[in-house]
């Protein structure tokens, strides 16, 4: 069985700072993993997204990820936070038995002027 | 443009009434989800369709109904026994079963927000 655990519903950060969002993983299979953002009232949208090959994943809006299989972990990262970044990021994961997703609690990003 | 549509966008239910939320699909994805996402808890699976004419229950299925009688289409009623329907559903779909790697993976449709009045 998998699971995901986002560390901290609510993550502040000055614009222009380092963005650090943390997800660890747990699988009995090699995982593909997702990172996913929700704006308010909208749908979930992916960022990017790790199946096999290049540990370190690059996605939309300048964010990036890199799988560690001996932390179990799939942290999201961006250099310099912008105020648009401010939204919910889900953390996923898949053992691909059934094709389902299971998905974290979320992180709620806030960006501080 | 393929994508996944939800309507409406918001939609108000009075106590004891049934009410049907529509999410339609032009992927060509097997696999279809309804979501309901509440403050603080995430993402909980109400039911879920690999084929069609087939859906199974999620974590949460009590006082909901699904139906998938064409692969485009999934609808959900929330049903006078769901006693706190007022939340933010959420519709996706994916191709199943994923096979390649680049298969993997939900798109979401821009969910329906359901009050009770």
């Known amino acids: 069985a998998q699971s995901v655990t986002q560390l901290g519903s609510h993550v502040s950060v000055s614009e222009g700072a380092l963005v650090l969002l943390r997800c660890n993983y747990s699988?009995?299979?090699?995982?593909?993993l997702f990172w996913y953002v929700q704006y308010p009232n909208q749908g979930l949208q992916l960022l990017l997204k790790?199946?096999?090959?290049?540990?370190l994943v690059k996605g939309i809006n300048g964010f990036e990820a890199e799988f560690k299989k001996s932390e179990t972990s799939f942290h999201l990262t961006k250099p310099s936070a912008h105020m648009s970044d401010a939204a919910e990021y889900f953390c996923a994961v898949t053992g691909r038995e059934d094709d389902k997703i299971i998905f974290g609690k979320g992180t709620r990003l806030h960006i501080l002027p | 443009d393929g994508g996944i549509t939800q309507s409406p966008k918001y939609l108000f239910r009075k106590e004891g009434q049934n009410v049907t939320l529509s999410c339609e699909q032009n992927?060509?994805?097997?696999?279809m989800y309804w979501y309901r996402q509440d403050p603080g808890q995430g993402l909980r699976l109400i039911y879920y369709?690999?084929?069609?004419?087939?859906?199974q229950k999620g974590d949460i299925a009590e006082g909901y109904s699904v139906s998938r009688e064409k692969k485009e289409s999934f609808p959900l009623t929330v049903t006078s026994a769901q006693k706190n329907p007022t939340a933010f559903y959420l519709c996706?779909?994916?191709?199943?079963?994923?096979?390649?790697?680049?298969?993997?993976?939900?798109?979401f449709g821009s969910g329906t927000r359901l009050t009770v009045v």
């Open positions: 992927l060509n994805h097997d696999a």
């Open positions: 996706a779909s994916s191709k199943f079963p994923g096979g390649a790697p680049d298969n993997y993976g939900y798109t």
């Open positions: 699988s009995s299979v090699p995982p593909y």
């Open positions: 790790y199946t096999t090959g290049a540990t």
């Open positions: 369709s690999q084929i069609v004419n087939d859906f």
